[in-house]
């Protein structure tokens, strides 16, 4: 059983050294990775990803429970505890999401007394992350970039057994983050998201910087920061209440942000 995982400090591109040596992640964490396109987020996750031992190219070294990953981890599917939701996710089979569900639990060897009501309850998970409800019916190559980042984060906290899920700027997909971190917070796993989002990373426990390639620190996030996310949450939901009004064809009347604090 995973308890926590370490990533050791590494380098940048061009060979400089992490700042920060030793980062450790604990089982229910929600952790935020942050920094400027091209600052080295995406790396850290595949490093996390690929199990680094020395290996890669950021020369970091991930531990999991304080040792490096055991074999079986890179040669089983069935025993890998990480799940990577991405930017870019296709579906090549045309089967509808039920299926695609129950197949996936049978694969990950759930109970088969189980398996319907672990199906019904992903669908019920991913359409309180989405503003486009999906049916269990629905053609997985016919679901939207949300509706389908919606499903696979549904699919990798309650079909998946996998203890660590990374999530690559699932901001981009009109996933209802305050929701989203919400629910997965009931999973008791360790949760990473690459996001350029404040109000993912303040509703995160801590966030790594990067830049250059190179981790620059890692901020815990405090009593003024959680403070503050209540005030980025009513203007995001502002926002988001505008770009609804557009999708829907209204004309904005310049009162939207009003008290908006």
Do not use: W
């Not at 040596?21 to 935020?32: H, T």
């Not at 060897?109 to 398996?115: Q, T, V």
């Not at 929701?179 to 801590?206: M, N, Q």
């Amino acid at each position: 059983m995973i308890r926590d995982i370490t990533v050791m400090g590494g380098h940048g591109r061009l060979g400089r050294p992490d700042l920060v040596r030793k980062i450790q992640f604990n089982m229910g964490d929600v952790i935020s990775i942050v920094g400027p396109t091209g600052s080295g987020k995406t790396t850290l996750i595949n490093d996390i990803e690929l199990f680094a031992n020395g290996n890669t190219p950021s020369g970091r070294q991930v531990l999991f429970n304080g040792v490096p990953a055991p074999i079986e981890y890179r040669d089983d599917p069935s025993r890998n505890p990480i799940a990577l939701i991405t930017q870019h996710t296709t579906f090549l089979s045309d089967m509808p999401v039920d299926a695609f569900l129950t197949t996936h639990a049978k694969v990950r060897g759930g109970n088969p007394e189980d398996i319907t009501r672990l199906a019904q309850e992903a669908i019920d998970f991913a359409n309180e992350l989405t503003g486009e409800p999906l049916a269990a019916e629905s053609r997985m190559t016919e679901l939207s970039g949300g509706q389908t980042r919606a499903l696979l984060i549904a699919d990798a906290a309650i079909i998946c057994s996998t203890p660590i899920v990374l999530l690559d700027e699932v901001e981009n997909a009109g996933i209802h983050r305050t929701r989203a971190i919400e629910l997965l917070r009931r999973y008791r796993k360790i949760f990473v998201f690459v996001t350029h989002d404040p109000r993912i990373a303040l509703l995160s426990d801590a966030r790594i910087v990067m830049k250059g390639g190179r981790i620059m620190d890692f901020i815990v996030t405090d009593e003024h920061e959680r403070a503050f996310s209540i005030k980025v949450a009513r203007l995001d939901d502002a926002l988001a209440s505008l770009r609804d009004q557009l999708r829907n064809g209204l004309r904005l009347c310049g009162t939207e942000l009003e008290g908006v604090r």
